[in-house]
């Protein structure tokens, strides 16, 4: 499950989207009334559906005209209100996908203080043609209605939220995407590349777990991934070179020969990592690179 968002406001990611794996998802916007969010999301886990959630969280907030909310349950419902005194041009539409496209199939598009009636019903159409992880689907939605011409006021900040649908035992591992962009000229543009570094230090991540249980081929095709995904960034220059030495290839070697030059500080990590037992690299291959 999860929620994405733009605006000309700074920092939105901190106002709008919340979401808690085996509960659900609340979206507040318009004159924000901030409960909704912790409220919303204490209703939802007590077991109630998006829409008594709704009707509840509204039926106590005399702004209730001046909102813009969304709710999704666990289990699939959703909900939207967008009340008669948002700013034009304002709407939601909630829809649903067919069977089998997600586990929470249900959605919800809403945007207020547009530039055109056009905008939710462009994020609903591509959001429903999207394929790929949710992530990419919620950011396909919101650049399709920044092409039919977004907030009136232009564009300032965007978050892109996403949780599990069912809560694990391990619940530091149920937020799977949390990335903001507070203050940008070009905030969607920023939050796809933020996107993809993310999906890089997912794979460096897994990377990291390899080389902690001594499995170095599974950490070369790790962090070989996450070469490809961001074949500029360092880290991960560093790492898939680092391990491909360590697995006793001559290319990682030269790679980070290379890689060392003007660097002193990544080759000083070579050699603590290899004191420590987390770069064991062949001693002639140490002798030759200087660790």
Request: hydrophobic share 45%; proline share 6%.
């Amino acid at each position: 499950m999860g929620a994405a968002v733009q605006s000309h406001w700074f920092s939105v990611g901190s106002v709008v989207p919340w979401a808690e794996s085996g509960a659900g998802v609340v979206v507040t916007q318009s004159f924000a009334n901030l409960s909704f969010g912790p409220r919303g999301l204490g209703l939802l886990r007590q077991g109630l559906a998006a829409s008594r959630v709704l009707e509840a969280l509204l039926a106590e907030d005399p702004g209730r005209e001046l909102r813009q909310a969304a709710v999704l349950d666990a289990r699939g419902g959703a909900a939207a209100h967008t009340g008669t005194r948002c700013v034009p041009e304002a709407g939601h539409r909630v829809g649903r996908l067919p069977s089998g496209v997600q586990a929470t199939a249900s959605y919800s598009v809403q945007a207020n203080m547009m530039a055109s009636p056009s905008v939710w019903p462009a994020m609903a159409e591509a959001y429903e043609r999207a394929g790929g992880p949710l992530a990419e689907r919620l950011l396909r939605a919101l650049a399709a209605g920044q092409a039919e011409g977004g907030d009136l006021r232009g564009q300032q900040s965007a978050a892109l939220l996403v949780v599990r649908t069912a809560a694990s035992q391990r619940p530091w591992e149920d937020r799977l995407v949390d990335l903001r962009v507070e203050d940008h000229p070009r905030p969607l543009d920023e939050l796809a590349r933020l996107l993809v570094v993310h999906r890089c230090y997912q794979l460096m991540n897994r990377g990291d777990l390899a080389l902690e249980r001594s499995q170095p081929e599974r950490a070369v095709e790790e962090y070989g991934q996450a070469l490809a995904l961001c074949p500029r960034n360092p880290e991960a220059r560093f790492w898939h070179a680092a391990t491909l030495a360590a697995a006793g290839r001559p290319e990682g070697a030269d790679r980070l020969r290379r890689f060392f030059r003007g660097r002193p500080a990544w080759k000083a990590l070579a050699r603590r990592l290899r004191e420590l037992g987390l770069l064991d690299l062949a001693p002639e291959t140490a002798r030759r690179l200087g660790l």
